[in-house]
Nanobody, 114 residues
């Protein structure tokens, strides 16, 4: 099993920044990618950014140039979010792609006010 814990969500004004962290525990050696997803009210969950164990990152078009995903250490992946927009509001989830399947965290709320 893999347990994921997100942190860093907050209320911030448009144009501001936040840094989200995803800490993994358990059988982390077989994680081959970690992604950040978000779900806005009334909308489907969508991929925001993802990074592989080899360090290859990809981003949703809507966040390119503003968000940056990184591996801080063996068990933590962060999402630096700059120039936040109201439309970035939502619950942000961390997902680990593991040889046993996908594991999700509980989510952290990000609210961007105008």
């Amino acid at each position: 099993q893999v347990q994921l814990s997100e942190s860093g969500g907050d209320l911030v004004q448009a144009g501001g920044s936040l840094r989200l962290s995803c800490a993994a525990s358990g059988s982390i050696r077989s994680i081959f990618a970690v992604g950040w997803y978000r779900q806005a009210p009334g909308k489907q969950r969508e991929l925001v950014a993802r990074i592989t164990s080899g360090g290859i990152a990809n981003y949703a078009d809507s966040v390119k140039g503003r968000f940056s995903i990184s591996r801080d250490n063996a068990n933590t992946v962060s999402l630096q979010m700059n120039s936040l927009k109201v439309e970035d509001t939502g619950v942000y989830y961390c997902r680990a792609d593991h040889s046993w399947g996908g594991f999700w965290g509980q989510g952290t709320q990000v609210t961007v006010s105008s």
